[in-house]
C-alpha cells in the first residue's frame, strides 16, 4: 500500500498559477503509475493527469491539456501538478492517486487538497 499526502492548494485568481504536490511512502514506486484526478462541488470526481514511475510519460485530459503539467521528482517520492492558466471551473478537492501500472483502477489515495480559483 502507498501512502499520499496532497499539499500546496489554495485560492488563487482566474489566470494565475499553483503548483500541488503529492508525496508518496510505504514502498517503492516502480511499477506505479501516478494521477492527479479533482472533484468538484456536485460533480463526480475526474481524472486530471498521470505519469509512469521512471519512465516519465503523461496523460492528461483534454480540458488541461497546455495548461497543466504533472512531473515526478524520483529523488523525493513526490509527484507535482503544475497548473497554469488557471479557470474558475477548474476550482475542485484535488486528490492524488497510485495504481500498478498493469492494472486499471487506482487503489491508493491522499485525502485531498482544495484549489479555488475566484473570477
Known amino acids: 500500500q502507498v501512502q499520499l499526502v496532497e499539499s500546496g492548494g489554495g485560492l488563487v485568481q482566474a489566470g494565475g498559477s499553483l503548483r500541488i504536490s503529492c508525496a508518496a511512502s510505504g514502498r517503492s514506486l516502480s511499477g506505479y503509475a501516478m494521477g492527479w484526478f479533482r472533484q468538484a462541488p456536485g460533480k463526480e470526481r475526474e481524472f486530471v493527469a498521470s505519469?509512469?514511475?521512471?519512465?516519465?510519460?503523461?496523460n492528461y485530459d483534454d480540458s488541461v491539456k497546455n495548461r497543466f503539467t504533472i512531473s515526478a521528482d524520483y529523488a523525493k517520492n513526490t509527484v507535482h501538478l503544475q497548473m497554469n492558466s488557471l479557470k474558475p471551473e477548474d476550482t475542485a478537492v484535488y486528490y492524488c492517486?497510485?495504481?500498478?501500472?498493469?492494472?486499471?483502477?487506482?487503489?491508493?489515495w491522499g485525502q485531498g487538497t482544495q484549489v479555488t480559483v475566484s473570477s
Open positions: 492517486a497510485a495504481r500498478f501500472v498493469f492494472l486499471s483502477e487506482y487503489n491508493d
Open positions: 505519469i509512469v514511475w521512471n519512465i516519465g510519460s503523461t
